[in-house]
C-alpha cells in the first residue's frame, strides 16, 4: 500500500514558476513508476510526466521544455517543478504511483494504482 500526499499547488501570474512536491509512504518506493496527471473541470485527465524507475521520463508535448519532474527514492518524494506557467496549465494536479519492471513507463491514468488527492494549480493574471 502506498498513500501519496501532493503540495505545493496555489495562484500565480503568467510566466511564473512553481513546484509541486509529492511525498510517499509505504515500502519499496524504488519499486514504483511515477506521474503527474492533471485535471481541467468538464475534461479528462491527462498525463503530465511520468518517471520511471531509473529515473527516465516521459512528458506530454503541452510541457516540454517547461516542466521538469525529478524523483528522491531516499527521500521517497517526487518533484514537477513547472516554469514559464501560461492560463492553459490551470487544473488540479495529481501524484500517482504504480508498481512496475525498470523499463515500464505506464502514460495512461488506468494504469497507475495509487492516487493522491490533487493539488489546484490556478494561473491568472
Known amino acids: 500500500q502506498v498513500h501519496l500526499a501532493e503540495s505545493g499547488g496555489g495562484l500565480v501570474q503568467p510566466g511564473a514558476s512553481l513546484r509541486l512536491s509529492c511525498t510517499a509512504s509505504?515500502?519499496?518506493?524504488?519499486?514504483?513508476?511515477l506521474a503527474w496527471f492533471r485535471r481541467v473541470p468538464g475534461k479528462e485527465r491527462e498525463l503530465v510526466v511520468a518517471?520511471?524507475?531509473?529515473?527516465?521520463?516521459i512528458y506530454a508535448d503541452s510541457v516540454k521544455g517547461r516542466f521538469t519532474a525529478s524523483r528522491d527514492n531516499s527521500k521517497k518524494t517526487v518533484a514537477l517543478q513547472m516554469n514559464s506557467l501560461k492560463p492553459e496549465d490551470t487544473a488540479v494536479y495529481f501524484c500517482?504511483?504504480?508498481?512496475?519492471?525498470?523499463?515500464?513507463?505506464?502514460?495512461?491514468?488506468?494504469?497507475?494504482?495509487?492516487w493522491g488527492q490533487g493539488t489546484q494549480v490556478t494561473v491568472a493574471s
Open positions: 518517471i520511471g524507475r531509473s529515473g527516465g521520463t
Open positions: 500517482a504511483a504504480k508498481r512496475t519492471i525498470v523499463t515500464h513507463i505506464p502514460t495512461r491514468d488506468d494504469d497507475y494504482t495509487y
Open positions: 509505504g515500502h519499496s518506493f524504488n519499486m514504483y513508476t
